[in-house]
């Protein structure tokens, strides 16, 4: 996800960024840095292992459970923050069944006292336990939470969504994305009418006799906070094997009864996208957890392993082509962007949520290749090109550090038109796309900073590109190719760009072949007559003829 609610960060960024013309420090809570840091009582322990149990009671739509939380010791601390969003309430934490004391900090961080001596490389645990209602997700999966409606035969229908509010929105956690569980058990319990889908395999389905069920899913792969989920609902399922890169997939799709025959038309796009995307990314990489797509009522999530899907079946974005020039239309929008995040934000993901470019824009430019992979080179380029109407440049791609602030919502379009840009750069597509592949190899299962992507790009695809990053992600300008024609000679620069801009670029002269020019924030001269100057589009920057 998420167009609409990064355009909501957008307008906050915005207000920050634009109400002088300059960029001003923007105000954030202790609510914001305690979320958004690594704070003292994160950084001394590593997350290993979460066991997360919890009752799902949709007529009251209430939660208990418990969190089990497996770490490592990396340096000697006694207290841990562990994150718990009001309404919900920690009723009790404990460590080797002693009862542990605790201090809210603001309003999510539990701060907790641990009596045991926490020694080096020591593997310890506690358990949360907690209830309450959760946050009601408003408008999901932009102003996230729980939601709670009914299917139409008036079954419970209940999902969670939870990206940028945080997970602790409805399960006591460590809720920040620069530490991964290694692995999770998810186990919930729910009407026995009902199934929860969640992420990874499900392992079993325990009969309390007591009119629920609980379902246990067990993730062996590292995991980010929001994509960990749990779908209520009355589902049907079918399923397939998919042939990929590394062998046998498994794909299983869960839908209400009313939509299956409709799934077993629209999820053919499933294999097509697994298809396009190993080529260009590599293989899958959750094959032990295997790929589901899973019917909710909201627009749909990057859950990892188990995508969420409430495109009304429809191709394009709810039936709307967001690049207007038709190629959306080809395609489902959410079953490829947000499969396209299993690769980036899943596999590859932000440490921090200001770079949440690596998530959103790589995966904006994966619709540019889906529908290069399946109508060409040109239906891709147009298909990039065309979004660009969606871009506003009125505030950074790249956020605020340190305070869980997600940047501008141009980090979508804005972002996959700089890796097209980039593409041109390279001038070498399998390169590049040894360049994709290579990024989703060397960061398998990893938390980054947005500066080892740029580095590894630049490194892998001989170019240096970092001030070609910096001006799409840190500046709101869009480069501006200036010429003039003076005593017979084309004489150009960059201008309205960063200082020391000097991207490669390919223009036409005199209707002859697009080629390379390598302007710089200086004037250069080429001894060549020029009356008709013409840009390759590809590049995202504007040509200006001046006098
Ligand atoms: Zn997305």
């Not at 290993?48 to 770490?71: A, D, I, M, Q």
């Not at 760009?497 to 670029?505: A, H, N, Q, R, T």
């Amino acid at each position: 996800m998420k167009m609409l609610k990064a355009s909501l960060l957008f307008i906050n960024t915005f207000l920050f960024f634009a109400a002088c013309g300059q960029v001003k420090t923007p105000e954030f809570s202790h609510d914001d840095t305690l979320r958004g840091s690594i704070t003292p009582e994160r950084s001394w322990w590593d997350l290993k292992y979460y066991e997360l149990r919890t009752k799902v009671n949709p007529p009251e739509r209430f939660l208990s459970g418990s969190t089990t939380v497996f770490y490592e010791v990396l340096k000697p601390y006694q207290v841990i923050q562990i994150d718990l969003q009001p309404p919900l309430k920690v009723e009790k934490v404990t460590q080797d069944g002693q009862e542990l004391s605790y201090k809210l900090d603001g309003k999510n961080a539990y701060m907790i006292s641990l009596k045991k001596k926490q020694e080096k490389g020591k593997n310890e645990s506690i358990v949360v336990h907690y209830s309450g209602n959760p946050i009601v997700a408003k408008r999901p999966p932009w102003d996230g939470g729980v939601q709670w409606v009914k299917d139409k035969e008036g079954n419970d229908y209940v999902a969670t969504s939870c990206q940028g509010l945080g997970a602790s929105a409805w399960w006591p956690c460590k809720d920040h994305m620069y530490d991964e569980c290694d692995s999770m058990l998810i186990s919930i319990t729910v009407p026995e009418n009902l199934k929860d889908i969640s992420n990874g395999r499900l392992r079993k389905v325990i009969d309390n006799k007591d009119g629920t069920r609980t379902f246990e899913w067990f993730v062996k792969n590292p995991i980010n906070n929001y994509g960990i989920n749990m779908n209520v609902g009355n589902y049907e399922h079918f399923n397939e094997t998919y042939d990929g890169e590394k062998g046998k997939l498994t794909l299983d799709y869960y839908v209400l009864p009313e939509n299956l025959e409709k799934a077993r038309t629209q999820f053919k796009q499933v294999p097509m996208m697994l298809k396009a995307f190993e080529h260009w990314f590599g293989p899958y990489p959750f094959y032990e957890d295997g790929y589901k797509l899973v019917d909710v009522p909201y627009l749909g999530m990057e859950h990892q392993s188990s995508v969420t899907y409430g495109n009304k079946y429809t191709n394009g974005y709810l039936g709307r082509d967001l690049s207007g020039t038709g190629w959306g239309m080809k395609w489902d929008f959410i079953i490829v962007h947000e499969s396209g995040h299993e690769w980036f934000a899943n596999n590859i993901t932000y440490k921090d949520m200001a770079d949440m470019w690596i998530h959103e824009s790589f995966t904006n430019y994966s619709e540019n290749l889906f529908t290069e992979y399946y109508y060409g080179k040109e239906a891709g380029a147009a298909y990039v090109i065309g979004c660009r109407k969606n871009i506003m440049n009125k505030a950074p791609i790249i956020g605020i550090y340190n305070v869980n602030n997600g940047g501008s919502g141009d980090m979508y379009y804005k972002g996959g038109n700089m890796l097209h840009t980039m593409r041109q750069i390279v001038n070498d597509d399998e390169r590049w796309r040894q360049v994709l592949r290579g990024l989703n190899k060397t960061f398998y299962h990893q938390t980054v900073v947005s500066k080892q992507i740029e580095d590894y790009v630049s490194d892998k695809s001989g170019k240096n590109l970092s001030k070609v990053f910096d001006q799409y992600l840190r500046d709101i300008r869009i480069p501006v190719l200036e010429y003039k024609v003076e005593d017979g000679k084309f004489t150009y620069h960059w201008a309205n760009c960063i200082e020391g801009f000097d991207m490669p670029v390919k223009v036409s002269l005199n209707g002859e072949k697009m080629d390379f020019i390598y302007p710089t924030t200086g004037w250069k001269a080429l001894k060549k007559e020029a009356k008709d100057v013409k840009l390759d589009e590809n590049f995202y920057v504007t040509l200006k003829k001046v006098e």
